[in-house]
């Protein structure tokens, strides 16, 4: 299976999700077939900060096309925030998409969590993640949301976190934790690992880039299983020596 990653959104994201596939398909002894197309996180940020779901669908849409003609077989965003326009741009792709918010809603029914705090971008604070969790209560930092999902945009842009900006986010999840009764943290921005990759903060987070990871994992060893079966009934039957 070839495995097309709309990337660039952030830069620490993407270099994120090809470690984390190499090492998966590695471990799993899956082939990996892989193309990354850059995009822009200026226009994504604009457009999910207005909810313009029309315009980054057409954008997304257009980098899915190059994606297809590179011969991928399906696709996934590597930002959360990209995915406000997922049922609009699951309407008109050429390729099936793989959502991250798939894998999470499968993740919390699976593990029973009830209530998830979120720590992310403006945009999926403020929309709670675009109300794309069926399975789970979300909650969001009490305390200055819009302050904390700036300082998730610094960190992603920049591709590094000051410790003042972890202890900033760390502090936020533990609240949610505490006060909120949040059953686990989602680290709901694909570059939230440069604050939480360094050591234990003291309760249980979701890396939104895990799951999707692995959600693709199991798409493309069913794939391979499948073609295996395949290859091994078209086979002729060995007779040995008559």
Known sequence: MHIGLIGGIGPA??????????????????????????????????????????????????????????????VGITALTGHFCMPMLQAVSQLPILSATDAINTYCAQHGIARLGLLGSPSVLKSRLFGLLHEVETVVPGEDPEGIGRTYMEIATKGACTTDQADLLITAGSEMMQAQQADAILLAGTDLGLVFE?????????????????AFLEVAADKANLMRLTTFASAPPDTGDL
Do not use: W
Not at 48 to 68: M, P, W, Y
Not at 198 to 214: F, K, M, Q, S
């Open 198 to 214: 360094t050591g234990d903060p003291g309760y249980p987070t979701i890396d939104a880039v895990r799951l999707h990871v692995d």
């Open 13 to 74: 994201a993407t270099v994120a999700y090809y470690q984390r596939l190499v090492h998966v398909f590695g471990q799993a002894d899956v082939p990996l077939q892989l193309t990354i197309q850059h995009a822009d996180m200026k226009t994504l940020t604009e457009n999910a900060g207005r909810l313009d779901s029309d315009a980054q669908t057409e954008v997304f849409a257009a980098h899915i096309r190059s994606l297809k003609g590179a011969g991928c077989d399906i």
